[in-house]
Each structure stands twice: as C-alpha cells, then as structure tokens.
C-alpha cells in the first residue's frame, strides 16, 4: 500500500499519518532553512541579523550552518 | 598540557580531532590517534607505522561512524494529507532559488548538534599522559609523534593490537623501530 493510499484510506486522523507527516514537515522545514540562511549569507546579511530572524541564538546558527558541512553545489 | 609537544605531535592530535569530527563520533579515542600517527609525514611514528604496512586509510576504516540518521525524503502524499501543498512550497522556492534547489538542499541537523571539539577519552588521555612518561624516560623535553604512539603501544588497548597484529606486524618490533628512529630525531 503506497503512502498515498494510506493517507487516502485513513486520512489525517491515523497517528502514523500525522507522525509521518511531522517528519516530513521538519526535513522540508531543515532544507528551508539552509537555503535561507545560505542565501541570506551570499546578500551579505550578518549571522546576528540570520539568527534575529529564525529566532535562535547567534551562536546556534552559525555552528550549524557556518561551514565544515559539505558545500552543496550551487553557482553563479 | 600541550606545551611540550613538537607542532608534528600536535597535528597528530588535529588529525585526530578532525577524524572523529568526520566519523561524527563526540570523542577521540585511542584509535583516532593512531590513525593520526599514521597520518603524518615525519619520521618518527608516521614512517615506522608505513613501513609496517599500517596507513592512515586502513585504520580509518576500521574505526566506527556514527549511525547517521537515515534522512528520509520528503513524503509529499503525508504533507497533503495533513493539509500541507508540497508542491506549491517546491513552485515558490525553485522561484527564487532555481529548479531542483529544493531537492538538492542540504538537511544540517547533524551538523547542529556536532561538536566542534570532541575530548579525548579517558584512555586517549591515558595514553597522552603516558606518551609524556616515555619522553621523560628517554631524557627527551619534547612529546614527539613517536613518544605518542609508544604511549599508544603502552596501553594495552585491543584497537591498537588489532590493527598491528592484523597487517602482521607486533608491538614489539614496532616499538623497537620507533624507538631508533625517536633516538636518531632527538639527539640529532
């Protein structure tokens, strides 16, 4: 039975739906956020006026998104 | 506690780190400095540690990685069952940031919790501690790489056995190299 299948069968009521979907909504919500936060970096924002935004500490932000992660291709 | 190590002993222990850091494991163990010791290029632990066969890339991969969490993609059919139009959000940001950008976008929640500087173990200490005693037993001021990794052979540690005795090689021979070539080092 495929996800859609199952979402359509037991709709939004069924706990492993609702849990799945918590899931998903926070992988989406993770790569959201690099692509901000990596934008906003690129415009020259600071990571105190990054981190004001998402409303997490200077520090947080900058430890997770300020480099040694692998640097995903993205030019021009 | 690092004053008296050489720069060479001290990348020795920045290799470690960087190790642990890449494997994702919080700590530096034993076999983290070993491999260290294989990593460099000097003489007295880097070389007796290769002619023995024992390289950097082997011992890396016989150390553990940290089970990353299996990232899962992104189920589109549970969003909408919770009322959540995925491919609306992916139409709006490939807007801005191109086609595929949301695909390809990186999930750094690994990175968030990863600490920069794992410590040691307390048998990486140990053996840190016991690399100082080797160099004052051998009237030497300075912790060298070899004093490291005979503070390593010291301490009876099954990692370090294995992968000695694996690439056929013994503590004792290895002890013996490394030894002559601290000797021709330290009184040079």
Not at chain 1, 8 to 25: F, H, M, Q, Y
Not at chain 2, 57 to 63: A, F, K, M, P, T
Request: net charge neutral; aromatic share 4%.
């Amino acid at each position: 039975m495929s996800s859609m299948e199952i979402a359509k069968s037991a709709g939004s009521n069924d706990p492993a739906i609702g849990l799945r979907a918590v899931a998903s909504l926070r992988r989406l919500t993770e790569q959201l956020e690099s692509l901000q936060v990596d934008r906003a970096r690129d415009l020259g924002w600071s990571w105190a006026q990054i981190a004001g935004e998402l409303s997490v500490s200077k520090q947080a932000v900058h430890q997770k998104h300020g480099g040694g992660h692998v640097i995903t291709a993205r030019k021009g | 506690m690092f004053e008296r190590f050489t720069q060479e002993a001290k990348a020795i222990l920045v290799e470690a780190q960087d190790l642990a850091i890449e494997l994702g494991v919080g700590y530096i163990s034993p076999g983290h400095i070993l491999y260290g010791c294989a990593a460099g290029r000097e003489s007295t632990a880097g070389e007796p540690l290769r002619a023995a066969g024992i390289t950097a890339e082997s011992i890396r991969r016989l150390l553990p990685r940290a089970e990353n969490q299996p990232v899962e993609d992104v189920d589109t059919e549970v969003l909408r069952a919770i009322g959540i139009d995925f491919e609306g959000v992916r139409a709006v940001v490939e807007e801005t940031f191109g086609s595929g950008s949301l695909k390809s976008a990186p999930d750094r929640r690994a990175a968030a919790t990863k600490t920069r500087r794992p410590p040691f173990t307390p048998e990486a200490k140990q053996a840190l501690e016991l690399s100082l005693r080797v160099a004052l037993e051998l009237h030497d001021r300075r912790i060298r790489p070899g004093h490291i990794l005979l503070g390593l052979f010291r301490l009876d540690n099954d990692f370090i056995s294995i992968v000695v005795r694996q690439n056929g090689a013994t503590i004792a021979g290895l002890s013996a190299a490394v030894l002559e070539s601290v000797d021709a080092v330290s009184h040079r």
